[in-house]
C-alpha cells in the first residue's frame, strides 16, 4: 500500500472537502470546578516513573507496546546521563479497564513506589477513576493515549497536573469523518460504547460527517458489560446505511460476527475502525478473526508513523510486540517529563509539571533526549519533538499540533499504514 502524508489544518469539513475543525464546545468535563492550585509534592532527588498501563481489561493489547515505550525512554535516559545527577526509576502497574476496577489500588502502589510521573491510563475511563487521586497528591499524570474532550473542559482546563501526547477525539473525529466523505459514504450507521470515549468520538464523527452534508443513518450505543450486540446490531440494520463506523475495544471480535449475520459485515457495507479497535486481528494475535473478515476495513489512530528504527530499538525490550499503537507517544511522555525535571530543577510532580509545556513549544527544537538535555544545561529554551509528532502542548496540556493514521486491512487481518494526516486544533 502507498503511504502519503497531508499536513492540513483543521476545523469542520467543507464543501470543498477540506478539512478543517470547528472549535470545541459543549458542557463541564471534569465535574465541577475547584479554584485550588495544584497540589504540590516534594522532591527526593530521584524521578520516579510509574506506569499504570492495560496488562488485562478491554485493552490489553496496548499494554506491551506502551509499556516499551516508557522502558525505552528510561533506558535512553539513564544511558545519557538520567536527570539530576541520578537514573531515572520505573514502576509499573496494571490500570485493567473500567469493568475490573483496580486502576484505583493500582494507582496506590506506583503512588506508594514514590512515582513523581505516572505514565497512563490508556483509556480516558479508566483516567476518571483515577485522576483525581493522582493529582491531589502532587503527581503528574501524563497519558499516552488519552483521547476524550472531556479533559480539556471544566476544572481539567486549567493548568494542572494532567498532560497527554495523545490529540483529542476533535482531531481524530474529524479525520475520520473526512475519511468517510472522501470514500463517498452518504448515509453512516455509527454503533459505539457507551462511555466518555464512544460518546466523544461518536458525536465528533457525526458532526463533520452531517457538515459535510451526508448524514448518519442512526448512532446506537451498547454497554462496557454487554454480553451481546443483537439488539444494537438489528438497529443499525435497519437504519439502512451504506456504511458502518464501529467505535469499540475488544469486543469488536464479538460484534463482527454479528454484523455479518445481519447482512452488515465488512463483505456486505463498507466498514471503518478507530483507534481502539485498530488491532491486528489474525493468526497469533491475542484476538482473532477468520481470515479475510477484515478485509478491506479501514482505520484511524491517532499517532506518526512508527519508524522501522524505532520498531528496533522497542524490540530490544519487548522483541514479542507486535502491535505497536501509542509506543511513540508513550515515550514521549516519559522524555518530556524527564526534560521538566531538569528545566526545573527538581524531580518533584508539582515543579516539573511547570516545565512540561515549556520544553515542548517556543524554543530551540530538538528530538533527542540527550540533545535536549544538554540544550538545557547551555541555558538553552527548547521545544522537543518527538517519536509521536511535534506534541506542541497547549494550556490545557493536550497537544495543539498532532497526526492521525489512516490504516487497512488486508486478507490476513493485518493492519498497514494508508496515509497520516497533520493538523493543528
Do not use: H, W
Not at 525505552?72 to 509499573?92: R, S, T
Not at 476524550?148 to 483529542?168: C, E, N, Q
Not at 512540561?356 to 533526549?369: L, M, S, Y
Not at 487481518?413 to 497520516?420: A, H, L, Q, R, Y
Request: aromatic share 6%.
Amino acid at each position: 500500500m502507498k503511504r502519503s502524508t497531508k499536513t492540513i489544518r483543521l476545523a469542520t469539513v467543507a464543501a470543498a472537502g477540506t478539512l478543517v475543525l470547528a472549535a470545541c464546545g459543549g458542557g463541564d468535563g471534569g465535574g465541577g470546578g475547584d479554584d485550588a492550585g495544584p497540589a504540590t509534592s516534594k522532591a527526593d532527588g530521584t524521578l520516579t516513573v510509574g506506569a499504570l498501563l492495560p496488562q488485562t481489561g478491554s485493552l490489553a493489547y496496548l499494554g506491551p507496546p506502551e509499556f516499551a515505550g516508557v522502558d525505552l525512554a528510561i533506558e535512553d535516559i539513564n544511558k545519557a546521563g538520567g536527570v539530576l545527577g541520578k537514573d531515572v526509576k520505573g514502576a509499573k502497574a496494571d490500570s485493567g479497564d473500567t469493568a475490573a476496577g483496580i486502576a484505583p489500588a493500582e494507582t496506590d502502589k506506583l503512588l506508594k513506589a514514590g512515582s513523581d510521573v505516572i505514565v497512563g491510563a490508556a483509556s480516558s475511563d479508566v483516567t476518571e477513576t483515577v485522576i483525581d487521586k493522582i493529582l491531589s497528591a502532587g503527581v503528574v499524570q501524563f497519558s499516552p493515549a488519552n483521547t476524550t474532550t472531556k479533559f480539556d473542559l471544566g476544572k481539567y482546563a486549567k493548568p494542572d497536573l494532567y498532560f497527554r501526547t495523545a490529540p483529542s477525539d476533535i482531531l481524530q473525529g474529524a479525520v475520520l469523518s473526512n475519511l468517510l466523505i472522501e470514500d463517498g459514504r452518504k448515509n453512516v450507521g455509527i454503533l459505539a460504547r457507551q462511555d466518555p470515549y464512544g460518546e466523544t468520538l461518536a458525536e465528533e464523527a457525526k458532526k463533520g460527517i452531517e457538515g459535510a452534508g451526508s448524514k448518519v443513518s442512526a448512532t446506537v450505543f451498547y454497554g462496557e458489560k454487554a454480553k451481546d450486540f443483537d439488539t444494537q446490531v438489528a438497529e443499525i440494520a435497519d437504519s439502512k446505511p451504506d456504511a458502518v463506523l464501529l467505535i469499540a475495544f475488544d469486543e469488536t471480535t464479538a460484534i463482527v460476527p454479528q454484523l455479518i449475520s445481519a447482512g452488515i459485515g465488512p463483505k456486505d457495507l463498507p466498514t471503518y475502525f478507530v483507534d481502539g479497535n485498530t488491532a491486528n486481528y489474525g493468526e497469533g494475535d491475542a484476538k482473532t478473526l477468520p481470515d479475510g473478515t477484515l478485509e478491506g476495513v479501514k482505520g484511524t489512530a491517532p499517532g506518526a508513523e512508527t519508524s522501522g528504527d524505532f520498531k528496533k530499538r522497542l524490540a530490544t525490550i519487548d522483541p514479542g510486540l507486535k502491535d505497536f499503537l501509542y509506543a511513540g507517544e508513550s515515550y514521549d511522555a516519559t522524555i518530556v517529563s524527564a526534560l521538566a525535571a531538569i528545566a526545573a530543577d527538581s524531580d518533584a510532580g508539582s515543579d516539573l509539571a511547570k516545565e512540561i509545556i515549556n520544553v515542548t513549544t517556543g524554543g530551540e527544537k530538538c528530538t533527542e533526549f540527550k540533545q535536549c538535555a544538554d540544550l538545557l544545561a547551555d541555558g538553552s529554551d527548547i521545544d522537543y519533538d518527538g517519536i509521536s509528532g511535534p506534541i506542541e502542548l497547549g494550556d490545557t496540556g493536550s497537544p495543539t499540533a498532532a497526526s492521525v493514521g489512516i490504516y487497512e486491512y488486508d486478507d490476513k487481518n493485518k493492519i498497514s499504514p494508508v496515509k497520516f494526516i497533520s493538523g493543528q486544533i
